[in-house]
């Protein structure tokens, strides 16, 4: 009998082990998840299986990243709103000495989690991610957060029906072909110009010879606009201009306008891939641009008080993520094309700097103060210009038949 009786449970153990789901899904009990760095909480373990009997949202982010930070403010409000009645909890893969500046600076009422091993549970490639778990323990959504809303936790909170767009970053879609729109190859360069390819995200690396020289670029998932900005070298977009009644709506950020493409050329062409790109794009669309200056409102990086030393790095870094900025040996310019990505309009470097700079930022996009002094670590300030400068732009323009 007893032989019988453990047979039993090890019968009820296995078929438990195969219920059990390690990887959340949708409709289906949320694998337990123990996260033990709490950052602001004096409860500083929790697992998800105590939980129970109230909704929860997970939300996966990171400092660095720009869409997260206006999702964990909205987050930040309907917690605010629904007390006790939902747990809400933000994971990041950061440090915590790193989540805790955040903290700091937001004044957040969210519970802060610095986590690495979710990722084995939670499978996902682009923050923010957002995952919905109803009072039973049940996966209703697995969406991006600006999905979330009151009337969303209402319906959770009285076990009514949801139905949020699912956040798929693994869907590939077998009918989506890459093809290949136009390509180009002789003994001095190569050029391949392809659709959207969905098994990329969009983004840009700098081609290489064997002996390291620079000599090309390839480009993945890029509007138009994108495609002529990286290779012209302009900061932002905020010195794009359109002309001819065109607009930023006439380039949406779908597959049918995205593009990849390859620029890669031999020794005698080796300082001349990015004209060649240029001129090859203007030939293949009915849009084209070039560089022009016009005169607009800009932020000024200005230097106040001669404090920075010039570097003595051997060769250049440089590291970009976010609010993270580490590098070595860079010019003034590189630093202030780095702050236009977080200004509404252009930076202009009036530094009077002239040499190589070891530049090292750490700051929260929720609190501008902290960019501030970081910069005043340096002797420099950013601040808007009094008066329109003329800025260096690309114009995007109609091509004259």
Same mark, same amino acid.
């Given at each position: 009998?007893? /032989?019988?009786? +453990? +047979?039993?449970?090890?019968?009820?153990?296995?078929?438990? *082990?195969?219920?059990?789901?390690?990887?959340?899904?949708?409709?289906?009990?949320?694998?337990?998840?123990?996260?033990?760095?709490?950052?602001?909480?004096?409860?500083?373990?929790?697992?998800?299986?105590?939980?129970?009997?109230?909704? %929860?949202?997970?939300?996966?982010?990171?400092?660095? *990243?720009?869409? *997260?930070?206006?999702?964990? =403010?909205?987050?930040?409000?309907?917690?605010?709103?629904?007390? !006790?009645?939902?747990?809400?909890? #933000?994971?990041?893969?950061?440090?915590?000495?790193?989540?805790?500046?955040?903290?700091?600076?937001?004044? #957040?009422?969210?519970?802060?989690?610095?986590?690495?091993?979710?990722?084995?549970?939670?499978?996902?490639?682009?923050?923010?991610?957002?995952?919905?778990?109803?009072?039973?323990?049940?996966?209703?959504? %697995?969406?991006?957060?600006?999905?979330?809303?009151?009337?969303? %936790?209402?319906?959770?909170?009285? &076990?009514?029906?949801?139905?949020?767009?699912?956040?798929?970053?693994?869907?590939?879609?077998? #009918?989506?072909?890459?093809?290949?729109?136009?390509?180009?190859?002789?003994?001095?360069?190569?050029?391949?110009?392809?659709?959207?390819?969905?098994?990329?995200?969009?983004?840009?690396?700098?081609?290489?010879?064997?002996?390291?020289?620079?000599?090309?670029?390839?480009?993945?998932?890029?509007? +138009?606009?994108?495609?002529?900005?990286?290779?012209?070298?302009?900061?932002?977009?905020?010195?794009?201009?359109?002309?001819?009644?065109?607009?930023?709506? !006439?380039?949406?950020?779908?597959?049918?306008?995205?593009?990849?493409?390859?620029?890669?050329?031999?020794?005698?062409?080796? &300082?001349?891939?990015?004209?060649?790109?240029?001129?090859?794009?203007?030939?293949?669309?009915?849009?084209?641009?070039?560089?022009?200056? !016009?005169?607009?409102? *800009?932020?000024?990086?200005?230097?106040?008080?001669?404090?920075?030393?010039?570097?003595?790095?051997?060769?250049?870094?440089?590291?970009?993520?976010?609010?993270?900025?580490?590098?070595?040996?860079?010019?003034?310019?590189?630093?202030?094309?780095?702050?236009?990505?977080?200004?509404?309009?252009?930076? +202009?470097?009036?530094?009077?700097?002239?040499?190589?700079?070891?530049?090292?930022?750490?700051?929260?996009?929720?609190?501008?103060? #902290?960019?501030?002094?970081?910069?005043?670590?340096?002797?420099?300030?950013?601040?808007?210009?009094?008066?329109?400068?003329?800025?260096?732009?690309?114009?995007?323009?109609? /091509? =004259?038949?």
């Amino acid at each position: 009998m007893k /032989r019988h009786f +453990l +047979l039993l449970l090890i019968l009820v153990g296995l078929a438990s *082990c195969k219920n059990e789901n390690t990887i959340a899904e949708l409709g289906k009990t949320v694998p337990n998840q123990t996260f033990s760095t709490i950052l602001n909480s004096n409860q500083k373990e929790i697992s998800l299986s105590d939980l129970k009997g109230k909704p %929860i949202i997970l939300e996966f982010w990171a400092t660095w *990243c720009g869409p *997260c930070i206006p999702a964990m =403010k909205k987050l930040d409000s309907l917690q605010t709103i629904f007390g !006790d009645q939902i747990e809400i909890i #933000t994971i990041s893969a950061e440090k915590p000495e790193r989540l805790q500046k955040f903290i700091e600076s937001s004044k #957040t009422s969210l519970r802060i989690v610095s986590d690495t091993t979710h990722l084995k549970k939670f499978k996902y490639q682009v923050i923010p991610h957002t995952i919905v778990i109803d009072k039973n323990g049940i996966v209703r959504a %697995i969406t991006n957060p600006e999905n979330v809303t009151e009337s969303v %936790i209402q319906n959770l909170i009285s &076990n009514d029906e949801i139905d949020l767009a699912f956040k798929d970053d693994f869907y590939v879609d077998p #009918t989506l072909e890459v093809k290949t729109i136009k390509a180009v190859s002789n003994s001095d360069y190569r050029i391949e110009l392809k659709s959207y390819d969905q098994s990329k995200r969009g983004g840009s690396k700098i081609l290489k010879d064997p002996e390291g020289a620079v000599n090309g670029i390839e480009m993945w998932n890029n509007t +138009l606009p994108r495609l002529y900005q990286t290779l012209f070298d302009v900061a932002s977009y905020h010195r794009v201009v359109y002309n001819d009644g065109l607009s930023d709506e !006439d380039f949406p950020y779908d597959n049918e306008n995205r593009y990849n493409m390859i620029v890669e050329v031999s020794d005698t062409y080796q &300082n001349e891939w990015k004209k060649i790109g240029i001129d090859f794009l203007n030939e293949n669309f009915d849009v084209n641009a070039k560089m022009g200056v !016009d005169t607009l409102n *800009c932020f000024v990086l200005r230097n106040i008080d001669n404090t920075i030393e010039e570097s003595i790095s051997e060769e250049t870094e440089y590291m970009f993520m976010g609010s993270i900025f580490k590098t070595k040996k860079i010019k003034m310019s590189q630093l202030a094309e780095y702050l236009e990505n977080f200004t509404s309009l252009p930076v +202009l470097d009036v530094t009077e700097l002239n040499g190589a700079y070891d530049i090292d930022l750490e700051w929260q996009e929720v609190d501008a103060k #902290t960019l501030h002094s970081e910069l005043k670590k340096y002797g420099l300030i950013l601040e808007k210009s009094d008066k329109k400068l003329p800025v260096e732009v690309m114009e995007i323009y109609k /091509r =004259k038949s």
